[in-house]
């Protein structure tokens, strides 16, 4: 056994790296950064979050970042919390009521566009404007051209609302990192090519996901790990 946050921030200050210097480049926010060598992990997203950030800082300083991985398994996982840290249990439970009514919210708010929606069109057709046009919005895509055909990319993420941090690697968890990151709603979208990916998403009900231009629902507003390939989606 040995301490996590003391061997990293050893590390970082055997290599003269500044927290502002490592964020750059790893994509992860400072204050997580801190968090992890003071060990409190209590700060930090879900524990999928908390095992990615730990790989990638301890790869980044030049360490074995599943030997980590391994080390926060043995002494902050308990198999009876459903593979939660105990220090996120209680932490949790205001964010997930808060979570909630956000969400309840943003579905009185749609409701209300669609009732006003219906009242301007009724209007509208009332006044002889005819019907509205039934031709679709144009689809938002990013997409690669061979020859004739347009192959859409594998994965292709559009935020819909809020903030949602998402993780990105080729083929499985311990593949190269493709992108890591906050996403927002008024970004652009984002799209990611190859066989498979591995995929770590905060919030999934913030985010349109398409997966070969077809667009898939990934349940639930809790952090989702999947695996994502030519045939669709799986949990990893």
């Known amino acids: 056994m040995f301490e996590i946050g003391n061997s990293l921030r050893e590390a970082r200050v055997r290599r ?47 360490l074995d970042g599943q030997l980590y991985v391994d080390e926060y398994n043995s002494r902050f996982v308990t198999g009876s919390d459903e593979h939660e840290p105990r220090t996120r249990r209680v932490a949790a439970r205001p964010q997930q009521r808060h979570r909630r009514i956000e969400t309840n919210v943003v579905l009185i708010a749609l409701g209300a566009i669609a009732v006003l929606m219906v009242i301007v069109i009724s209007a509208w057709k009332a006044s002889g404007g005819g019907s509205p046009s039934s031709t679709p919005p144009a689809k938002t895509s990013v997409s690669t051209t061979t020859g004739s055909q347009t192959v859409p990319p594998l994965l292709e993420v559009i935020p819909l609302q809020g903030s949602t941090y998402l993780t990105v690697r080729k083929k499985t968890a311990t593949g190269n990192v493709v992108f890591v990151g906050t996403v927002s709603k008024g970004d ?49």
């Open 16 to 62: 003269g790296i500044e927290f502002p210097q490592a964020e750059a480049a790893t994509k992860i926010r400072g204050k997580y950064l801190r968090a992890l060598e003071d060990e409190q992990f209590a700060v930090l997203p879900a524990q999928t979050y908390i095992k990615g950030f730990l790989r990638t800082y301890a790869e980044y300083l030049g």
């Open 188 to 236: 652009a979208p984002r799209a990611f090519h190859g066989s498979q990916l591995w995929v770590q998403i905060t919030t999934p009900e913030d985010l349109r996901i398409l997966i070969r231009g077809h667009e898939v629902h990934v349940p639930g507003s809790a952090p989702q790990v999947i695996i994502v390939s030519k045939t669709g989606w799986r949990p990893a």
